[in-house]
């Protein structure tokens, strides 16, 4: 079965700091990785999408890393904000499947 | 706007009665899929399309059917809904049907409850 983790579950911030949150899977074998934002009662937001040939991509103050080798990815938030405040999904895509970790709750406080 | 729309937004409903979720999108996406957001289990995939009258199982495809007679349309239908059916679920579509292709966007979701 694929498995999707994020760690940390939740995670609450005082604004300005830079923040990392991760994303591992048990197979390496991968075409895309992707992150979404989700706020309460509202739909599914792609922030970045990492193709298999990628190695990262960039959007604003957010950067997502992919290692296949290792099963990870990573959202770099930089200078996180209250507006940030949401929780962050990943999912891994095989096939034409995806599985979604089950979210990192991120609360900054201003 | 580009969009996908699901409805209805919230519905109650009773144990047995059919019911069906529509989801359209005007993005002229080739791929369509619905997912269930349980908590502590997070986004399962139930069904998938890759287009017109290509279906295919996702993780959780039990108790639910689709169609994808045209393009824009992939509704849910629950022929006997059950309790366990309650859930927050979600449509998404994108472009193409090949793996490592588009982002993925998605519908607000629609509460159901099954009583």
């Known amino acids: 079965k694929q498995e999707v983790t994020q760690i940390p579950a939740a995670l609450s911030v005082p604004e300005g700091e830079n923040l990392v949150l991760n994303c591992s899977f048990t197979?390496?074998?991968?075409?895309?990785l992707q992150w979404f934002r989700q706020d309460p009662g509202k739909g599914l937001t792609s922030l970045l999408l990492?193709?298999?040939?990628?190695r990262e991509q960039t959007s604003g103050r957010l950067n997502a890393s992919l290692d296949k080798s290792s099963g990870r990815s990573t959202l770099y938030i930089a200078a996180s904000q209250p507006g940030d405040s949401a929780t962050y999904l990943c999912?891994?895509?095989?096939?034409?499947?995806?599985?979604f970790g089950a979210g990192t709750i991120l609360r900054v406080k201003s | 706007e580009a969009q996908v729309t699901q409805n209805p937004r919230y519905l109650i409903t009773v144990t047995g009665k059919k019911l069906t979720v529509t989801c359209s999108q005007n993005m002229n996406h080739e791929y369509m899929s619905w997912y269930r957001q349980d908590p502590g289990l997070g986004l399962r995939q139930i069904y998938y399309s890759m287009n017109v009258e290509v279906t295919d199982k996702g993780d959780v495809p039990e108790g639910y059917k689709v169609s994808r007679k045209e393009k824009r349309n992939f509704p849910l239908i629950l022929e006997s809904p059950s309790p366990n059916q309650t859930s927050l679920y979600f449509c998404?579509?994108?472009?193409?049907?090949?793996?490592?292709?588009?982002?993925?966007?998605f519908g607000e979701g629609s509460r159901l409850t099954v009583l």
């Open positions: 990492i193709q298999s040939s990628q």
């Open positions: 998404a579509s994108r472009r193409r049907g090949l793996v490592g292709t588009g982002e993925l966007f």
């Open positions: 197979d390496s074998a991968i075409y895309n």
């Open positions: 999912a891994r895509e095989y096939g034409n499947k995806l599985v």
